[in-house]
């Protein structure tokens, strides 16, 4: 299984959210899933925010692009190709003022490409082209933001990602939710990374039966 594994926390050593991926990953090993992962790290590598040039470009038919638009293209091009050949999307992430990280949006802007991750029908319909990859998302969040509770409503990061990844195809992603992190006491941390794990674990066995099934 190749595993595409995007991380977008500013955090390094002290992140959960990448501490939660890696330990995704190393659950999927465990269930005997041959995992070839292909990681970004968009803090480091991150992907050029929407331009004129870019806009433009994009939105010309491959046919009629110059040499320049494709080059504003280039590497917009070999993220999708990456998206494409995975078989599985690990998102991991912090929440960061109620949605996602800036550098995990612009990775949005540059792989929600019309005629490629996405075709437009004659009858207004859009076609997402990324239906076949599994895909989890990995959040953490400082406050509790789960249904019930008083912070329930300012949640703009889930149903963001379900309506970005939605319309390039990602159908039911399975999100998994680590909360409350910062602002609460060592105890309830510690819950909640716990229930993450748990999660966590419970997706890479399902994961893990699915990919015995398909071979």
Same mark, same amino acid.
């Given at each position: ?70 080059? &504003?293209? @280039?590497?917009?091009? !070999? ?9 599985? #999307? /690990?998102? =991991?992430? $912090? ?62 990061? &889930?149903? @963001?990602?379900?309506? !970005? ?9 399975? #999100? /998994?939710? =680590?909360? $409350? ?35």
């Amino acid at each position: 299984m190749k595993v595409m594994h995007v991380d977008s926390s500013a955090k390094r050593e002290t992140s959960n959210s990448r501490a939660l991926a890696r330990h995704f990953i190393d659950e999927l090993r465990a269930q005997g899933v041959d995992v070839e992962v292909d990681y970004l790290d968009l803090t480091v590598n991150t992907p050029r925010h929407v331009d004129e040039a870019f806009a433009i470009a994009t939105y010309r038919p491959a046919e009629e692009r110059t040499a320049e638009m494709k080059i &504003t293209l @280039a590497a917009s091009d !070999a993220l999708c190709k990456r998206l494409f050949e995975a078989d599985a #999307f /690990v998102f =991991a992430m $912090p929440m960061y003022n109620w949605s996602m990280p800036s550098v995990f949006k612009a990775f949005v802007d540059s792989v929600t490409r019309p005629g490629l991750t996405y075709l437009a029908q004659p009858d207004g319909r859009i076609v997402g082209q990324l239906n076949r990859q599994k895909t989890l998302f990995i959040t953490t969040r400082g406050a509790d933001l789960r249904p019930g509770g008083m912070f329930a409503s300012m949640d703009a990061l &889930t149903p @963001a990602l379900k309506a !970005a990844f939605g319309f390039i195809g990602v159908a039911e992603p399975t #999100f /998994v939710d =680590a909360q $409350p992190l910062q602002f609460s006491d060592q105890e309830a941390r510690a819950a909640a990374l716990a229930r993450a794990k748990t999660e966590l674990s419970e997706v890479a066995v399902q994961w893990a039966v699915h990919e015995t099934v398909a071979a």
